[in-house]
């Protein structure tokens, strides 16, 4: 199957800093990446599609400016968390469709913890 | 857009019984219904899809019905295993293709006993 991969898969840091998180996908290509994010012992929320060579689309109530979304190459997708602060942190998952396999199928990657301090 | 409502938050069952949980979606030009399996501190992984243009689907101990007409589906394990304790999430998405967005439900978490 399809394998998508994230890193890091955790991480700390200062309030104020800024985070980067890559979203990778290892054996096929991927035109559009999406990102959640999960509060413990909750749900995926959708934050935005990221859209290879173009500008990510975010979903009501997601800062743009906060959750910066570069799409570069069809197997790479990052997102930085600016200016973080101890609320962002957070537990964020990436994931992919194959658009040779077309079956539907949703891959995600293993998660990045985030704790802000 | 796309709400998926999903009951009940938490399920314990004895070991060797069935377990059932049971979403609602809102959006009748949903036609993609995954069902995913999340472990502690992992991404969730598919275990089971189905299309709407089939009522029901199943895999070894686990199926998936969907009733279009009364936007609800469920996912019925059955013979559960303590290796079946996780979080489980319904989805539904508008298509399948690499830019269909997925909206999950809220999760429901089974635990086994033995």
């Known amino acids: 199957g399809a394998v998508v991969s994230q890193h890091p898969s955790w991480v700390i840091c200062k309030s104020g800093t800024s985070v980067k998180i890559e979203c990778r996908s290892l054996?096929?290509?991927?035109?559009?990446m999406f990102w959640y994010r999960q509060f413990p012992k909750q749900s995926l929320m959708l934050m935005a599609t990221?859209?290879?060579?173009?500008?990510?689309?975010?979903e009501q109530g997601v800062e743009k400016d906060k959750f910066l979304i570069n799409h570069a190459s069809l197997t790479l997708s990052t997102l930085t968390v600016t200016s973080a602060h101890p609320e962002d942190s957070s537990f964020y998952i990436c994931?992919?469709?194959?658009?040779?396999?077309?079956?539907?199928?949703?891959?995600f990657g293993e998660g990045s913890r985030l704790t802000v301090l | 857009g796309e709400n998926v409502e999903q009951h009940p938050s938490t399920l314990s069952v004895q070991e060797g019984d069935s377990a059932v949980i049971k979403c609602t979606y809102s959006d009748s030009a949903s036609n993609y219904f995954p069902w995913y399996k999340q472990e502690l501190g992992k991404g969730p992984q598919l275990i089971i899809d189905?299309?709407?243009?089939?009522g029901e689907k199943k895999d070894q101990r686990i199926a998936v019905t969907l009733n279009k007409t009364a936007k609800h589906f469920s996912l019925h394990i059955t013979e559960t295993q303590p290796e079946d304790s996780a979080v489980y999430f319904c989805a539904a998405s508008k298509g399948y293709s690499s830019a269909s967005k997925i909206i999950f439900g809220s999760g429901t978490r089974l635990s086994i006993r033995p």
């Open positions: 994931s992919a469709r194959s658009r040779a396999l077309n079956t539907g199928e949703l891959f």
């Open positions: 990221s859209n290879e060579g173009s500008k990510a689309t975010y």
């Open positions: 189905i299309r709407s243009n089939v």
């Open positions: 054996d096929f290509q991927a035109t559009t």
